[in-house]
């Protein structure tokens, strides 16, 4: 057996109790998708079946190479339903345990088709323009700095810098010789545009009270040691556009719509909280995951 079959055995034999709970073999209906990629006691195991478990393990698949991940999970689903035949066989399906497990798994999949189809499916695009133009229209753009620098270890060779630079050096060029920054050295100590917060707290409360053009008149001490810093340009960090946030508008629309629609459900549902009377009436809990 090749070292690459051992590995991929070795991540299959991990991978397989984990699905074996996931109770795959009594939730996913046969022929959705019409590909039968395998059968076991005359049950077929389909395409569907075996795209909903790659789908919910992505994670652990991904350390698999992508041409063998069906194998492997088609090997997997085998041998759940080898197993939960032999279940069957020897009644499990009458324990309490069982029903107790399958009455979870129910309720946890029916809540997770209604929020997948009736509230993340239901966001509409004008649900999302509605939501970026709200969250835009409070929006106050931060102003960014444009600036280099040159750092070096001690005061005394930052005071150096200081005086080659007043005699005529040219800022980048000495960068590139004897900072000691090997993310910006090479281009002239550059540092690109940074907003407020991206920077330590000394560097960047000097960095902004600069003007463009205009280079700081004392060494500035941070964590990494001392700085010359020079101030390219300022602007106001351009606004986002829809494209560029809609991700996260989306996220934020959905999260909203099921916490409305929970508390609306919550609200009309006859409640009874036997353990702690006291939260018969308690909000639901926040952005609680779909799966």
Same mark, same amino acid.
């Not at 389909?46 to 698949?61: G, N, P, R, S």
């Not at 069957?88 to 107790?100: E, H, L, M, R």
């Not at 040159?150 to 590139?176: H, Q, R, S, W, Y």
């Not at 010359?228 to 629309?253: N, Y």
């Given at each position: 057996?090749? =070292?690459?079959?051992t590995?991929? %055995? =070795?991540?299959?034999t991990?991978?397989?109790?984990?699905l074996?709970v996931?109770g795959?073999?009594f939730?996913?209906?046969?022929h959705?998708?019409?590909?039968?990629?395998? %059968? $076991?006691?005359?049950? *077929?195991?389909?395409?569907?079946?075996?795209? !909903?478990?790659?789908?919910?393990?992505?994670d652990?698949?991904?350390?698999?190479?992508?041409?063998?991940?069906?194998?492997?999970?088609?090997?997997?689903?085998?041998d !759940?339903?080898?197993?939960?035949? &032999?279940? +069957?066989?020897?009644?499990?399906?009458?324990? *309490?345990?069982f029903?107790s497990?399958? $009455?979870?798994?129910?309720?946890? /999949?029916?809540?997770?088709?209604?929020?997948?189809?009736q509230?993340?499916?239901?966001?509409?695009?004008?649900?999302?323009?509605?939501?970026?133009?709200?969250?835009?229209a409070?929006?106050t /753009?931060?102003?960014?700095?444009?600036? %280099?620098h040159?750092?070096?270890?001690?005061? *005394?060779?930052?005071?150096?810098?200081?005086?080659?630079?007043?005699?005529?050096?040219?800022?980048?060029?000495?960068?590139?010789?004897?900072?000691?920054?090997? #993310?910006?050295?090479?281009?002239?100590g550059?540092l #690109?545009?940074? &907003?407020?917060g991206?920077?330590?707290?000394?560097?960047e409360?000097?960095?902004?009270? =600069?003007?463009?053009?205009?280079m700081? +008149?004392?060494?500035v +001490?941070?964590?990494? #040691?001392?700085?010359?810093?020079?101030?390219e340009?300022?602007?106001?960090?351009?606004?986002?556009?829809?494209?560029?946030?809609?991700?996260?508008? $989306?996220? !934020? $629309?959905?999260?909203?719509?099921?916490?409305?629609? =929970?508390?609306? !459900?919550?609200?009309?549902?006859?409640?009874? %909280?036997?353990?702690?009377?006291?939260?018969t009436?308690?909000?639901?809990?926040?952005?609680?995951?779909a799966?």
């Amino acid at each position: 057996m090749s =070292l690459l079959s051992t590995i991929g %055995r =070795l991540a299959l034999t991990r991978f397989v109790p984990t699905l074996l709970v996931a109770g795959f073999a009594f939730a996913i209906p046969a022929h959705a998708d019409g590909d039968v990629l395998a %059968r $076991v006691n005359g049950k *077929d195991i389909t395409k569907a079946e075996v795209d !909903m478990a790659m789908d919910v393990f992505a994670d652990q698949l991904g350390q698999v190479p992508e041409d063998q991940r069906q194998t492997m999970v088609v090997d997997a689903l085998v041998d !759940m339903h080898v197993m939960a035949d &032999a279940a +069957k066989a020897a009644g499990i399906a009458n324990n *309490d345990k069982f029903k107790s497990r399958m $009455v979870f798994l129910e309720a946890q /999949a029916l809540r997770n088709t209604y929020v997948e189809t009736q509230i993340q499916g239901a966001v509409t695009d004008e649900e999302i323009k509605a939501r970026y133009d709200k969250d835009i229209a409070g929006y106050t /753009a931060p102003e960014e700095v444009h600036a %280099r620098h040159i750092l070096v270890k001690t005061e *005394d060779e930052a005071n150096k810098v200081l005086a080659d630079l007043a005699a005529g050096g040219d800022f980048a060029a000495i960068a590139k010789e004897r900072s000691l920054d090997p #993310g910006s050295k090479d281009n002239g100590g550059d540092l #690109g545009f940074f &907003a407020k917060g991206q920077m330590v707290p000394e560097f960047e409360a000097v960095a902004f009270t =600069l003007a463009p053009g205009e280079m700081s +008149k004392t060494p500035v +001490k941070t964590q990494f #040691g001392y700085h010359i810093i020079k101030v390219e340009e300022k602007r106001t960090q351009p606004v986002p556009t829809l494209d560029d946030v809609r991700d996260q508008v $989306v996220q !934020m $629309v959905q999260r909203d719509k099921y916490q409305d629609a =929970l508390k609306k !459900m919550r609200a009309s549902a006859t409640i009874e %909280r036997l353990d702690v009377p006291a939260l018969t009436t308690a909000e639901p809990a926040p952005d609680a995951p779909a799966k």
